[in-house]
């Protein structure tokens, strides 16, 4: 078979349990899938960022805002090769690479999260959305068989890669829309948390509609 990422010919390890199970085999050769870092170790008991301490500063200061949001987690390190697959996987559009990561997301998702949640995916303007063809934060979020709320749309066009730091933190980037999310327990789901704005801004929107608990889940912690 061919590698989704690479596109070299590989065989994949076929194990006992995986026909018993009849678990699907890697569609990543060992040598793309080597290259991944998964967040391993101490982290930020909020955002999920590697780190000695139980707080970090960024979370320390969302915590004097009383964000809604009440914690994040993500799954891998935004290394050059993670930067790369993101690339194409967002901005070329190819969105078969979303199978190589099937696997881990869903079973370090069912690790923090409980099966009773409603995923809300973070939106993209109309504009890109007709320039990439699709949404990756519901692409992730379509690898976990939960029941998705389309409760946002956004209203700032530009593009979070561009903003500086200062300008992510700036609000108004959302508007709720007609979706009941009141008295429900949810997931934000995206694909970078870098300062944690985007996430922590849903989280208010969301929370001021009603909703019950508020947590978020990314592919990558920059």
């Not at 989704?4 to 194990?15: A, L, Q, R, T």
């Not at 992730?140 to 939960?146: E, K, V």
């Not at 609000?171 to 995206?190: H, P, Q, S, T, Y």
């Amino acid at each position: 078979m061919k590698c989704v990422i690479c596109h070299d010919e590989w065989m994949p390890k076929m194990s006992f349990s995986m026909l018993l199970t009849l678990q699907q085999s890697d569609v990543c050769c060992s040598r793309c899938r080597s290259r991944f870092v998964l967040i391993d170790g101490h982290v930020c008991d909020r955002c999920g960022r590697p780190t000695e301490q139980n707080v970090c500063a960024d979370c320390m200061m969302w915590q004097q805002r009383e964000s809604a949001l009440i914690k994040n987690r993500s799954l891998y390190v935004y290394n050059d090769w993670m930067k790369e697959v993101i690339n194409r996987f967002k901005f070329r559009g190819d969105y078969a690479l979303i199978e190589a990561f099937r696997h881990e997301v869903c079973a370090f998702f069912y690790k923090h999260f409980s099966a009773d949640m409603f995923l809300v995916p973070i939106p993209l303007s109309s504009s890109r959305l007709a320039e990439r063809g699709f949404n990756q934060a519901e692409a992730i979020a379509s690898l976990l068989s939960l029941p998705m709320i389309f409760a946002l749309r956004r209203i700032d066009d530009k593009k979070q890669s561009k903003k500086t730091r200062r300008e992510r933190f700036v609000g108004g980037k959302f508007c709720l829309i007609n979706e009941d999310v009141a008295e429900k327990r949810i997931v934000i789901i995206d694909d970078i948390y870098t300062t944690g704005a985007t996430v922590h801004e849903a989280a208010q929107l969301l929370y001021d509609a009603g909703a019950r608990e508020i947590y978020s889940f990314t592919l990558v912690r920059s």
